[in-house]
Every structure is written in structure tokens, then in C-alpha cells.
């Protein structure tokens, strides 16, 4: 943050905000909206990116929410290796700001919200939603990797890494572990079954680089579910990170569908982006599309 400070200190035009809490970013993105922008910059994780985008959302301002560049400095940065720029945010942010007083062009790429409506709570609006194996992933980073140093960013995907580590050895049941979920693609009748992977998402590529998606339609939202038990783990891992799956994984009950909505009825945590909430059959999520949001990228 000092050397981000530093070099915002010589452009006394471009208003800031830091925030130390969650409790600050109301009155923080207030601030920020006022002063008519093109373009907000977020220097943060997932969590934050979301975070900012569901409070706009909230709000409903009666201006177009501004074009958004994500300096990933979280814990989990999937959005900014998705749409860039891949790189430090000092590093970035430096790119950024020469980049404005030469009037370089940036890239633009737009990308689809999606709206995670449950009973009893507002709202919420994120570009990832998994369940199962995933969150059990990101617990273990969190809780283990994370208070050690091993972090931004490569918290998560050291998780992963040692998930894949368990599924050589042998030794995936504690990730793959089924849980029965229920659930209903767009108007189709409800489907029941047991998972242990559930994901969805509008973004290009995941941790990885992965694209684990190779349904058909027209819906803007893509989701996978792999049934359990996980078939033969270690040979289904690359062709579900690629979206190539085998005859033998299609036979056995992977699932990749397009939609426009899904309701999904499970008991146990699932993510949104980086952030971990609770689910539960009585209060089912409802996926449904959020809406475009441009962001720029160099």
C-alpha cells in the first residue's frame, strides 16, 4: 500500500479511497460515485471485486456502473487472471497511470454478473459459485496455508495443488466426498443426485487457466456438476479443467449445461467468488443472469 500511496501522490486529480472494513465501502463507493467516473479501479480479491458490484447493484444508481480495472492483490484473484492485467498491483497500477498520460488505448472485455437470489437474504452478485470439493479447497488454504504466509493468491491454488496431490496418492475422499443436491436447470423438471463438484460461472477461465465447461444453449451462465463418487479421479482431472470430457466421464454423469436460471438445494457451505456462505434445502440459491459489466485491461 505505501508504494501505491506514493505513486497516487503525484496525481492529486484521481480520487482515492482506502478501506480498512466491509463497513466502510457504502459510504467509501458513495464518495467515488459522486465525482461522475469512466473508470473505477479496485485493488483487491474476489471478494472485494463482488463485493463493490453487488453494492452498486444494490443501489441502483441512476448512472451506468463505471468500466472496472482489478489490481489483484487478494487472496483469491480468478477475476483478475480472467480479464487482466496479470500482473503486480504496483506493477499494474504504474502501467495504468503512464498509460493515462499517454492516452494508451486499453482493452475492453465485458463480462455477465450473476444474480444468487436465497430466501431471506438480499441479493448478492458474483461471477463464481461452487460447492462441494471446491469450498472444501478453499477452507483448507484458509485455514492452513494462509496463516503461515502463503497467500494472495497462491493460498488457494496451493489448495488445489495438494487436492490433486491427495488424488494421486489415493487419498480423495476427504475432497470428492458426495453431497446430495437438487437441482433444476431453467423450466426443466428438478433432477436429484449426488456431487461432489457443483460450479458455475460467466468468467472465461478459472484457477489454472482451467475452462471446465462444455455445455450447449444459449444461456449466458455455464455450470458443471461431476457426480460421486469421482470415477478413476486422476485420469478425469485434465479433460474436466480443459472441458473435454470422456465418453467414460459423460457416461458416468458429468453434467455441463448453458442457462438462463438454476435453483440448487443443498445443505453445506458454498462460495460466491471468494467469499463463503451457507446453504441449506429450505433455502435453495436461484442463479439467474446479473447483468453486464465492462472492465479494462492492457
Known amino acids: 500500500m505505501a508504494k501505491l500511496r506514493e505513486m497516487l501522490s503525484r496525481h492529486a486529480d484521481i480520487p482515492h479511497v482506502?478501506?480498512?472494513?466491509?463497513?466502510?465501502?457504502?459510504?467509501?463507493?458513495?464518495?467515488?460515485?459522486?465525482?461522475?467516473?469512466?473508470?473505477?479501479?479496485?485493488?483487491?480479491?474476489?471478494?472485494?471485486?463482488?463485493?463493490?458490484?453487488?453494492?452498486?447493484r444494490r443501489r441502483a444508481y441512476s448512472a451506468p456502473i463505471p468500466a472496472l480495472i482489478v489490481l489483484a492483490s487478494g487472496n483469491t484473484n480468478m477475476i483478475a487472471r480472467d480479464i487482466g492485467p496479470a500482473d503486480t498491483p504496483v506493477r499494474a497500477l504504474s502501467r495504468l497511470l503512464s498509460g493515462i498520460t499517454t492516452a494508451r488505448e486499453l482493452r475492453r472485455a465485458e463480462r455477465r454478473l450473476i444474480r444468487i437470489d436465497q430466501e431471506g437474504e438480499p441479493a448478492r452478485f458474483g461471477f463464481f459459485v461452487g460447492a462441494v470439493a471446491i469450498v472444501r479447497a478453499m477452507v483448507l488454504a484458509r485455514h492452513t496455508l494462509h496463516p503461515i504466509?502463503?497467500?494472495?493468491?497462491?493460498?488457494?491454488?496451493?489448495?488445489?495443488?495438494?487436492?490433486?496431490?491427495?488424488?494421486?496418492?489415493?487419498?480423495?475422499?476427504w475432497l470428492f466426498c458426495g453431497v446430495p443436491v437438487e437441482v433444476g436447470f431453467d423450466d426443466e423438471p428438478i433432477r436429484c443426485g449426488t456431487y461432489s463438484v457443483v460450479m458455475a460461472s460467466?468468467?472465461?477461465?478459472?484457477?489454472?487457466?482451467?475452462?471446465?465447461?462444455?455445455g450447449m444453449?444459449?444461456?449466458?451462465?455455464r455450470a458443471t456438476l461431476v457426480p460421486a463418487p469421482v470415477d478413476r479421479p486422476?485420469?478425469?482431472?485434465?479433460?474436466?479443467?480443459?472441458?473435454?470430457?470422456?465418453?467414460?466421464?459423460?457416461?458416468?454423469?458429468?453434467?455441463?449445461?448453458n442457462f438462463q436460471r438454476i435453483t440448487l438445494a443443498f445443505?453445506?457451505?458454498?462460495?460466491i467468488d471468494g467469499e463463503i456462505r451457507q446453504a441449506s434445502r429450505e433455502r435453495p440459491l436461484r442463479l439467474s443472469d446479473g447483468g453486464t459489466v465492462e472492465f479494462l485491461s492492457f
Open 202 to 214: 460467466t468468467l472465461d477461465r478459472l484457477l489454472f487457466g482451467a475452462r471446465p465447461f462444455w
Open 149 to 173: 504466509g502463503v497467500d494472495r493468491g497462491l493460498g488457494d491454488v496451493a489448495a488445489m495443488g495438494l487436492g490433486v496431490l491427495q488424488v494421486l496418492f489415493g487419498r480423495a475422499d
Open 234 to 257: 486422476l485420469l478425469s482431472i485434465l479433460p474436466l479443467m480443459r472441458g473435454r470430457p470422456t465418453e467414460r466421464m459423460i457416461g458416468s454423469g458429468y453434467v455441463s449445461r
Open 267 to 271: 445443505d453445506g457451505p458454498f462460495a
Open 217 to 221: 444453449g444459449a444461456g449466458p451462465i
Open 18 to 56: 482506502e478501506i480498512a472494513e466491509w463497513d466502510g465501502l457504502g459510504a467509501a463507493i458513495g464518495q467515488l460515485m459522486s465525482k461522475d467516473l469512466d473508470v473505477l479501479v479496485i485493488n483487491g480479491g474476489d471478494g472485494t471485486v463482488v463485493g463493490l458490484l453487488t453494492e452498486l
